[in-house]
């Protein structure tokens, strides 16, 4: 048997601030949370009795230095009940800001999480 993916670890400065703002991205909430450690996952499947694949909960660590390159890992996120330019003002109002990795003109949208992370929001794909 292979291995599942199951959670992504991210370090940051502040890991309920940016909990918060992945749980309003995602319709996420929080499953599990002390001082230096947050995870949140989707609420349908915080149970043990679920069937199926199990999309990835995000864990959030602190770190005291924030982030200082562009990340070599990212996520990318559909839009799935608006059309891609509403979901990026929604983002941006929620306390994102658009980010230049050099992607050119291309049809996902790069911005950045409120610790400068980077994600793609992209226009076509749906889930």
């Known amino acids: 048997m292979a291995?599942?993916?199951?959670e992504l670890a991210i370090d940051c400065v502040d890991p309920h601030g940016l909990a918060h703002f992945w749980c309003a991205v995602l319709d996420?909430?929080?499953q599990d949370?002390?001082?230096?450690?947050?995870t949140i996952g989707p609420p349908e499947l915080s149970g043990k009795n679920h069937r199926g694949p199990m999309p990835p909960r995000l864990t959030f660590a602190h770190v005291p230095e924030g982030k200082t390159i562009k990340n070599r890992l990212h996520l990318d996120v559909n839009p799935t009940d608006r059309e891609q330019d509403e979901e990026v003002r929604r983002l941006l109002d929620?306390?994102?800001r658009h980010a230049d990795v050099g992607q050119g003109d291309e049809s996902w949208i790069v911005l950045?999480?409120?610790e400068g992370n980077e994600f793609c929001v992209l226009a076509s794909r749906r889930p």
């Open 3 to 6: 291995s599942k993916f199951t």
């Open 28 to 30: 996420y909430e929080v």
């Open 33 to 38: 949370e002390d001082d230096a450690i947050v």
């Open 94 to 96: 929620l306390g994102a």
């Open 112 to 114: 950045a999480d409120p």
